[in-house]
């Protein structure tokens, strides 16, 4: 593995015309105490850096890249529609056709608005909750993280069960003040907040496995117990799934819990490795965005053909027989092999996972929540992801996001890896 000189070098520059030098956050590598790695290109399981340094990629673009980059059968597509026109802003066919796959892959969706972003879905189906019930109180649970949007940007106060304040600079404290934050996994506080604010509560919205504190899996009880307050008090729930739509079976996780969402929002693998979003439901309640209902959602890119064909793509080699259970196989793998190895070198960790996503914690405690999830050893991180970035594998540089593994991956790249583990010193 050589230097770092021209990633250092395109770093500095970046940093005189972009805020930190990235255009997300966590790409900066503060987490890790790096400066961050500039990629050139990408081809299935691997990146290729800017020094020439090529990495067996475990983050996948965050999430989207299933197939792994640079999908042959998803470019050729994208290249056949692209030739025609990358944006309209009229309506296409091929949004339709989109639509009706995501409608035939979820039991509980009759109806789909696409956008262009996860942040964008989750605003619309907030919106529209609001809108649909004329309440303005949402639930949502530390440590999931729904995107930028103001309302959703809220950390927790002195109480468990409190008002959010603003996470950020620049969001008012009007924005948020109708946000409740609650721990995630915590049936019995969800309970008592429904007592306590009864026919107020516009929605509940949970990411039904976590995936931006870590992977953090729901209780047993935990998703239905939300459900059936939802029921009770006629409040909409919403499942954000961009992260877990698609990623762990041909459609959403509802079925594997066996919990309808009221609205479920969705992105990155339904994009194919390019900008998209989804809010996605009933149509009793999808039928009141305008233009067929007083709830206002637009979006000049919204439904771009060339992410649509990115997505239709995607999907199709997705139903093919096998996919998820071989990429069961493979993350079962790696994480045994990978605790196996830990163990050997004494490193007190624990491993969250379901299908390919998974999660290294720097933990000896099972992680459930936002709370046992910031027990996490960051320092070990750092220097397990420096470990491994040296020895040519790509991590996310936090301990707190999930890893993925892709269909390009092979057993001679987790072979490489459980070695890489093996060599490192923590």
Same mark, same amino acid.
């Given at each position: 593995?050589?230097k770092?000189?021209?990633?250092?070098k395109?770093?500095?520059?970046?940093?005189?015309v972009?805020?930190?030098?990235?255009?997300?956050?966590?790409?900066?590598?503060?987490?890790?105490?790096?400066?961050?790695?500039?990629?050139?290109?990408?081809?299935?399981?691997?990146?290729?850096?800017?020094?020439g340094?090529?990495?067996?990629?475990?983050?996948?673009?965050w999430?989207?890249m299933?197939?792994?980059?640079?999908?042959?059968?998803? @470019?050729?597509?994208?290249? #056949?529609?692209?030739? =025609?026109?990358? *944006?309209?802003? $009229?309506?296409? %066919?091929?949004? /339709?056709? +989109?639509?009706?796959?995501?409608?035939?892959?979820?039991?509980?969706?009759?109806?789909?608005r696409?956008?262009?972003?996860?942040?964008?879905?989750?605003?619309?189906?907030?919106?529209?909750?609001?809108?649909?019930?004329?309440?303005?109180?949402?639930?949502?649970?530390?440590?999931?993280?729904?995107?930028?949007?103001?309302h959703?940007?809220?950390?927790?106060?002195?109480?468990?069960?409190?008002?959010?304040?603003?996470?950020?600079?620049?969001v008012p404290?009007?924005?948020t003040?109708?946000?409740?934050?609650?721990?995630?996994?915590?049936?019995?506080?969800?309970?008592?907040?429904?007592?306590?604010?009864?026919?107020?509560?516009?929605?509940?919205?949970?990411?039904?496995?976590?995936?931006?504190?870590?992977?953090?899996?729901?209780?047993r009880?935990? @998703?239905?117990?939300?459900? #059936?307050?939802?029921? =009770?008090?006629? *409040?909409?729930? $919403?499942?954000? %799934?961009?992260? /877990?739509? +698609?990623?762990i079976?041909?459609?959403?996780?509802?079925?594997?819990?066996?919990?309808?969402a009221?609205?479920?929002?969705?992105?990155?693998?339904i994009?194919?490795?390019?900008?998209?979003?989804?809010?996605?439901?009933?149509?009793?309640?999808?039928?009141?965005?305008?233009?067929?209902?007083?709830?206002?959602?637009?979006?000049?890119?919204?439904?771009?053909?060339?992410?649509?064909?990115?997505?239709?793509a995607?999907?199709?080699?997705?139903?093919?027989?096998?996919?998820?259970?071989?990429?069961?196989?493979?993350?079962?793998?790696l994480?045994?092999?990978?605790?196996?190895?830990?163990?050997?070198?004494?490193?007190?960790?624990?491993?969250?996972?379901?299908?390919?996503?998974?999660?290294?914690?720097?933990?000896p405690?099972?992680?459930?929540?936002?709370?046992?999830?910031?027990?996490?050893?960051?320092?070990?991180?750092a220097?397990?992801h420096?470990?491994?970035?040296?020895?040519?594998?790509?991590?996310?540089?936090?301990?707190?996001?999930?890893?993925?593994?892709?269909t390009?991956?092979?057993?001679?790249?987790?072979?490489?890896?459980?070695?890489?583990?093996h060599?490192?010193?923590?």
């Amino acid at each position: 593995m050589s230097k770092f000189h021209k990633s250092n070098k395109l770093f500095l520059d970046a940093i005189k015309v972009i805020p930190g030098g990235v255009n997300s956050p966590v790409r900066a590598f503060k987490a890790v105490g790096k400066k961050p790695i500039f990629i050139q290109k990408a081809k299935g399981q691997y990146l290729y850096d800017a020094d020439g340094n090529r990495y067996i990629d475990y983050c996948l673009s965050w999430g989207p890249m299933i197939l792994g980059h640079a999908k042959a059968e998803v @470019l050729d597509y994208v290249k #056949k529609i692209m030739a =025609k026109g990358t *944006s309209f802003g $009229i309506p296409t %066919e091929l949004e /339709t056709q +989109f639509a009706k796959m995501l409608v035939q892959a979820i039991d509980s969706v009759e109806k789909v608005r696409l956008v262009s972003s996860g942040t964008e879905a989750v605003m619309t189906a907030i919106r529209l909750a609001r809108g649909c019930t004329g309440r303005d109180k949402i639930i949502k649970f530390i440590g999931c993280y729904h995107g930028h949007v103001d309302h959703m940007l809220v950390k927790a106060g002195s109480g468990a069960m409190t008002f959010g304040a603003p996470s950020s600079p620049g969001v008012p404290k009007d924005f948020t003040k109708h946000t409740i934050l609650l721990p995630y996994n915590n049936a019995d506080m969800l309970e008592r907040t429904f007592n306590k604010y009864k026919s107020k509560i516009a929605a509940v919205i949970v990411e039904p496995i976590a995936g931006n504190m870590g992977v953090v899996l729901p209780n047993r009880g935990f @998703l239905s117990t939300i459900r #059936k307050l939802c029921n =009770k008090h006629k *409040s909409i729930l $919403i499942f954000d %799934e961009v992260i /877990t739509g +698609f990623r762990i079976k041909y459609g959403s996780v509802q079925e594997i819990y066996g919990i309808k969402a009221d609205l479920t929002c969705l992105g990155k693998i339904i994009g194919g490795g390019f900008p998209i979003g989804a809010c996605a439901g009933k149509a009793k309640l999808m039928d009141n965005l305008a233009p067929e209902g007083k709830v206002y959602q637009a979006g000049t890119l919204s439904g771009n053909p060339v992410c649509v064909a990115a997505g239709i793509a995607t999907l199709k080699l997705l139903k093919t027989k096998g996919t998820y259970s071989t990429l069961e196989r493979s993350t079962k793998k790696l994480c045994d092999e990978t605790s196996h190895a830990l163990q050997k070198q004494k490193v007190k960790h624990t491993i969250n996972r379901i299908g390919s996503m998974f999660t290294v914690f720097f933990n000896p405690g099972s992680v459930t929540d936002y709370a046992s999830a910031a027990k996490s050893d960051t320092a070990m991180y750092a220097k397990f992801h420096t470990a491994m970035l040296k020895a040519g594998i790509y991590l996310p540089p936090s301990q707190f996001e999930a890893c993925f593994v892709s269909t390009a991956h092979k057993q001679s790249d987790i072979a490489q890896t459980i070695a890489a583990i093996h060599k490192a010193k923590l």
